[in-house]
């Protein structure tokens, strides 16, 4: 900001942030430069299909969702497989969009879906649009949420 209050056009942009949160020991606010720095990179070459835009194909990297979330500490056993099955994930973006995940969609010893956070999208950095979610399991683009702002960590519990 400048002495006019004007944002000058050479500043960098504000980076995105997203809250991990919900049952986790550790919540944590991340930037998509931690999200790189802090977790090997993986690549996905991905085709979706969209309902208005037809067949869509990306190249993305970034961190997997399970390392990223098991760094937050989830309030489950680690070492017990049925803990772990109650678990979801709820992931939102900047314009409201949000999606769910099944834990056990991306847990190794469960579905194992090469889930990503997105750093990087066709060789361009997200960091001022915030990161993407990357579900290359998936025939359709719905759950490719982007501007990731939340990633809710949340276990089922029965109604009383
Ligand atoms: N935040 C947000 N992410 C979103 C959507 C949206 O409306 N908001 N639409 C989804 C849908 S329906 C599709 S097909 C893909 C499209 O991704 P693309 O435009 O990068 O190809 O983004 C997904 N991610
Ligand atoms: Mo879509």
Same mark, same amino acid.
């Given at each position: 900001m400048n002495r006019l209050g004007v944002q000058p056009r050479s500043s960098p942009a504000r980076p995105a942030e997203l809250a991990l949160l919900g049952n986790v020991e550790h919540p944590a606010t991340l930037t998509v430069g931690d999200l790189r720095d802090g977790w090997e990179q993986h690549r996905a070459e991905v085709v979706f299909d969209c309902a208005t835009s037809g067949p869509q194909q990306h190249r993305f990297e970034g961190p997997l969702l399970r390392e990223v979330v098991l760094d937050a500490h =989830?309030?489950? /056993?680690? +070492? +017990?497989r049925k803990d772990r099955s109650r678990f979801v994930l709820a992931v939102s973006g900047g314009d409201g969009h949000r999606t769910v995940l099944a834990w056990a969609e991306i847990d190794a010893d469960f579905g194992d879906a090469p889930v990503l956070l997105a750093t990087r999208l066709d060789g361009r950095d997200? /960091?001022? &649009?915030g990161s993407q979610l990357v579900v =290359?399991? /998936?025939?359709?683009? &719905?759950?490719?949420?982007?501007?990731?702002?939340h990633v809710w960590v949340g276990e089922w519990a029965v109604p009383a």
């Open positions: =989830p309030l489950f /056993d680690v +070492r +017990r997200l /960091d001022t &649009a =290359p399991v /998936d025939r359709c683009g &719905a759950r490719y949420v982007s501007a990731i702002t």
